[in-house]
């Protein structure tokens, strides 16, 4: 906006009972943010003097899930009167008292509106020198939505809930986005003047609409031209479809940017990531919360990355990684499981069916398959063998394994830590390393091999292996 002397009010104090949740509906999630969340982020844009968020249901909770990323919010909490009349006037009640500019509410169960919707929307009220003006949207079912009136020369009559209207008013299918652009005096005027006269008992922001047109004020009307934007959240059904709305944005915005994505009906990207040009993204790919990937890497098939960076040229497949960083070039999976605080360097390998957390894997280094390794500092150009473990856990108490530059283990090594291995040491194959081992040496768990003749036919008598073995010894 060019023009300021705007205060915008959220309404996110209702509970929300068709989502038959423990969590209010507010803070379910799409995209990786709560619904409210979305409408913060959007309104932010418009640059208002004031930003509030009317709460009421589980205040705490919601007040707790959004200060930390939106500290210019202003949580005012709405009293036992019911409704979102009410709520606004909780809110406009908030403001100083000399505020005399517009007024923009907005729903927190509408997550899909864009910043440039809501400012044509301010832009075309000021413009009408309009007492009100709402959005609304022409829907095919308008079950549940209030119903925009108009008088036969199209101007806006009233809104009527669902519960409320009759037949024919619920026939219309032109719906109240729950979206309004108010002048404050006018607002703060008629606010006084709402009533609960209605099925539900509730103090409606509707009925300021049509007291303001019986006072002869102008209201006005733009129909959304993205009807899928203006709709509410009411029930995990519709939470779902518009987290598929969301998805589709993200999914074509990336593609925009050189982004390619095989199979977008299985990719879901948050609004969070960010993905440079060249990256290829294979089916059934998840790319969630504040991931960022580099140009030129290939992501998924089956991969889930939460809050993580992949560097340039990095391929990343049949993986599940969290908070963890993959260097450029690096190579992850299949069927690798990358925990929290796992740091990979660039040319580095993770491979198959391999776990890691809290290890920081030097450049060029490997660990090829089935191994774990867990709270360890490994160091450039390491190769650790299949089955290598780093046994971090005592039963009381996490320690670090370190492990030096072109360190090689055997196969089935298991490095109980707290222990380092040197540069250039290396293991054997079933190497048990308890002490630290000097650069350059070969640790080895030496137990003599014993082989005890006739075991089998004795203790085994009557099985496949006794009678191969019979065989055997017939043969020889």
């Known amino acids: 906006m060019t023009e300021n002397n705007l205060a915008i009010i959220i309404l996110a104090a209702g509970q929300g009972t068709r989502m038959k949740s423990r969590l209010p509906k507010v803070l379910h999630a799409i995209g990786g943010r709560p619904l409210v969340g979305h409408v913060l982020t959007t309104a932010a844009v418009l640059q208002a003097d004031h930003i509030e968020v009317v709460v009421r249901h589980e205040r705490d909770q919601v007040v707790a899930a959004l200060s930390k990323d939106y500290p210019d919010a202003i949580f005012i909490d709405q009293d036992d009167v019911p409704g979102t009349g009410r709520a606004v006037q909780v809110a406009i009640d908030a403001l100083p008292a000399d505020f005399d500019g517009d007024v923009l509410v907005l729903s927190g169960d509408v997550p899909l509106l864009e910043a440039s919707t809501l400012q044509a929307l301010v832009a075309g009220h000021r413009a009408a020198a309009a007492a009100a003006t709402l959005l609304s949207a022409l829907v095919d079912d308008p079950s549940g939505y209030g119903r925009v009136i108009r008088d036969a020369d199209g101007t806006v009559q009233r809104i009527v809930e669902q519960k409320d209207a009759t037949a024919e008013e619920a026939a219309v299918t032109e719906i109240n986005a729950g979206v309004y652009v108010f002048r404050a005096p006018e607002?703060?005027?008629?606010?006084?003047?709402?009533?609960?006269?209605?099925?539900?008992?509730?103090?409606?922001?509707?009925?300021v609409i049509e007291l303001l047109?019986?006072?002869?004020?102008?209201?006005?009307?733009?129909?959304?031209?993205?009807?899928a934007s203006?709709?509410?959240?009411?029930?995990?059904?519709?939470?779902a479809e518009a987290g598929r709305v969301l998805n589709d944005r993200i999914v074509r915005k990336w593609q925009r940017e050189g982004v390619t994505v095989i199979d977008p009906a299985t990719t879901w990207i948050d609004d969070d990531a960010t993905l440079a040009p060249d990256v290829t993204i294979l089916p059934n790919t998840h790319i969630l919360r504040a991931t960022i990937?580099?140009?030129?890497?290939?992501?998924?098939?089956?991969?889930?990355?939460?809050?993580?960076?992949?560097?340039?040229?990095?391929?990343?497949?049949?993986?599940?990684?969290?908070?963890?960083?993959?260097?450029?070039?690096?190579?992850?999976?299949?069927?690798?499981?990358?925990?929290?605080?796992?740091?990979?360097?660039?040319?580095?390998?993770?491979?198959?069916?391999?776990?890691t957390k809290n290890s920081e894997i030097g450049e060029g280094s490997k660990v090829p398959h089935l191994s774990y390794v867990g709270d360890a500092t490994?160091?450039?150009?390491?190769?650790?063998?299949?089955?290598?473990?780093?046994?971090?856990?005592?039963?009381?108490?996490k320690h670090r394994t370190v492990i030096e530059d072109e360190v090689h283990t055997g196969s089935h090594t298991v490095l109980v830590a707290p222990v380092r291995l040197?540069?250039?040491?290396?293991?054997?194959?079933?190497?048990?390393?308890?002490?630290?081992?000097?650069?350059?040496?070969?640790?080895?768990?030496?137990?003599?091999?014993?082989?005890?003749?006739?075991?089998?036919?004795?203790?085994r008598a009557g099985t496949g292996a006794a009678d191969a073995a019979a065989r055997e010894r017939s043969a020889e």
């Open 187 to 207: 607002l703060r005027t008629y606010l006084a003047q709402v009533g609960q006269d209605n099925a539900q008992g509730e103090m409606y922001l509707t009925t």
């Open 213 to 227: 047109r019986g006072a002869e004020q102008r209201v006005a009307a733009e129909i959304a031209l993205d009807t």
């Open 230 to 239: 203006t709709f509410g959240i009411n029930d995990r059904v519709q939470l």
């Open 293 to 355: 990937v580099g140009a030129g890497a290939i992501i998924g098939p089956d991969t889930t990355l939460v809050t993580c960076e992949v560097g340039e040229d990095a391929s990343v497949r049949r993986t599940d990684a969290t908070l963890s960083v993959i260097g450029a070039g690096a190579t992850v999976g299949p069927f690798s499981y990358l925990r929290a605080g796992t740091v990979l360097g660039a040319n580095g390998k993770i491979g198959a069916y391999v776990e």
């Open 378 to 397: 490994i160091g450039r150009g390491v190769n650790l063998g299949a089955s290598t473990i780093t046994a971090n856990y005592d039963d009381v108490n």
């Open 422 to 459: 040197g540069a250039g040491a290396k293991t054997g194959a079933g190497a048990v390393v308890r002490k630290d081992v000097p650069a350059g040496a070969l640790a080895m768990t030496v137990a003599p091999q014993r082989n005890i003749d006739g075991w089998v036919e004795k203790n």
